[in-house]
């Protein structure tokens, strides 16, 4: 009698698992990428130690540089950026991870200088549970002055004609989060983001619940 119902209990799991993987219209996306350095100059973008998008789950990407030059506005070191998806099977532990970072930052854009001597942007997306980012700045000065970065996200500095966004953090209509370690726009100049992460685990549109996982369902 037990054989007999442990065997019914299995096929019952089986068909559960089908029907998570079959339903019409439910979509499993892992999303990750990042980069150092993105600025566009006049119309003009340039991208530096970026990892691309992940190709699926299971994988991972790395990018880096010694240096890079952003046309004339100056310079970073040690570019690196990096973006890893360990899911498999869509269990609660698993998630998108994407990092990115550069040292001894230099720039001039339209009258306004900016250095640092380090800038890192973090995104974590786990199968199950709320998407986390964060930012670390040591030594930001913006014309010169020593700015204090209080960790909150979008804490923004004005400019005489544009901004200054540290820890800026957004999600994507689908459910993924983004952070930019330092976003600078000089209106009708440049916009420039410097250490940015992506990072996305995301079942139509939305992350899986807790208990979501090989052999269950959402609310059983």
Not at 34 to 44: D, I, S
Not at 172 to 189: E, K, M, Q, R, Y
Request: glycine share 12%; hydrophobic share 45%; net charge negative.
């Amino acid at each position: 009698m037990r054989q007999i119902f442990f065997s019914r209990f299995c096929s019952m799991g089986v068909a559960v698992l089908a029907v998570l993987f079959t339903i019409p219209g439910v979509a499993q996306e892992v999303t990750g990428n990042a980069r150092a350095v993105q600025a566009t100059v006049l119309g003009v973008t340039s991208v530096l130690a970026d990892t691309g998008t992940l190709n699926g789950e299971d994988d991972a990407r790395e990018a880096s540089q010694l240096t890079g030059g952003i046309t004339s506005l100056g310079a970073a070191k040690n570019l690196h950026a990096t973006t890893v998806s360990s899911v498999r099977e869509w269990g609660a532990a698993e998630y998108v991870a994407s990092e990115a970072s550069l040292a001894d930052l230099g720039l001039n854009l339209g009258g306004n200088t900016f250095s640092a001597d380090f800038i890192m942007a973090k995104a974590m997306a786990p199968v199950a549970g709320v998407n986390t980012g964060s930012t670390s700045i040591d030594g930001l000065r913006i014309n010169g002055a020593m700015v204090f970065v209080t960790g909150a996200a979008n804490q923004t500095i004005p400019l005489l004609t544009g901004r200054v966004i540290i820890n800026e953090q957004q999600t994507t209509p689908s459910g993924n989060i983004v952070v930019n370690a330092l976003h600078i726009v000089v209106d009708g100049v440049a916009d420039v983001v410097l250490a940015s992460a992506t990072a996305g685990a995301n079942v139509s549109g939305g992350v899986l619940p807790a208990n979501s996982g090989p052999g269950s369902l959402p609310g059983l």
